[in-house]
């Protein structure tokens, strides 16, 4: 087994401010995701990875920067926080090139609140 | 418009009923996954399933790839059962589209 840790797992910020959250994993996945998560919209893609220094814009990239130093680890950066923003960013990862077969285990996540 | 619709969007079980969630999807898909979220908790992956039937305990997974659904039984439901129980699609490109989830209330 393995598991997926975030950090911080709650993050208040300011409007404008850039924000960072972090992700590790040890099942020695080659793929690893961000998602988003907003009441009443469920989940979506922000960035994925599928091995080291390598980096793939999902449906809602715009307003963020990833980088994945590592294998085990995938971090996203809030490029300037929006003023009452709340939502939820989850991390995954999954095993294989592209991870089409291959289920995905998920994160705690971090929660972030901007005032 | 929604890839992923999910059905009911929530729903109140006495223990011991049994439910049925619904999936269905607007487009063709390769493999799909349901998932278990408690409120503030992390997804809890609880079948991937690409076609066909799937049981694991009180809990059944039908995916019938062309008919683009999958369903999820859950039998003899309890109090712990309660949560929200998303699905989501892989349909050939990175990353999973979830539907909006069905949330479920289990009362002794």
């Known amino acids: 087994g393995g598991i997926i840790t975030q950090t911080p797992k709650f993050l208040i910020g300011q409007e404008g401010q850039k924000l960072t959250l972090k992700c590790q994993q040890n099942?020695?996945?080659?793929?690893m995701y961000w998602y988003r998560q907003d009441s009443g919209k469920g989940l979506r893609l922000i960035y994925y990875s599928i091995t080291e220094n390598d980096l793939q814009k999902g449906d809602l990239s715009e307003g963020y920067d990833a980088s994945r130093e590592k294998k085990s680890s995938f971090s996203l950066t809030v490029t300037s926080a929006q003023k009452n923003e709340m939502a939820v960013f989850l991390c995954?990862?999954?095993?294989?090139?592209?991870?089409?077969?291959?289920?995905?285990?998920f994160g705690p996540g971090t929660r972030l609140l901007v005032l | 418009g929604q890839q992923v619709q999910q059905s009911p969007a929530s729903l109140v079980l006495q223990e011991g009923e049994n439910a049925e969630l619904q999936c269905n999807f607007s487009?063709?898909?390769?493999?799909m996954q349901w998932f278990y979220q408690r409120p503030g908790g992390s997804l809890v992956s609880l079948f991937y399933?690409?076609?066909g039937t799937k049981q694991s305990g009180r809990l059944t997974s039908t995916t019938v790839i062309k008919e683009r659904r999958s369903s999820l039984h859950i039998s003899s439901s309890q109090t712990t059962d309660s949560g929200t129980y998303l699905c989501a699609m892989n349909n050939y490109a990175q990353g999973l589209t979830f539907g909006l989830g069905t949330r479920v209330s289990v009362f002794p």
């Open positions: 399933n690409p076609s």
């Open positions: 995954a990862s999954s095993s294989g090139l592209g991870a089409i077969q291959d289920t995905q285990y």
């Open positions: 099942f020695n996945h080659d793929t």
């Open positions: 487009t063709s898909l390769n493999s």
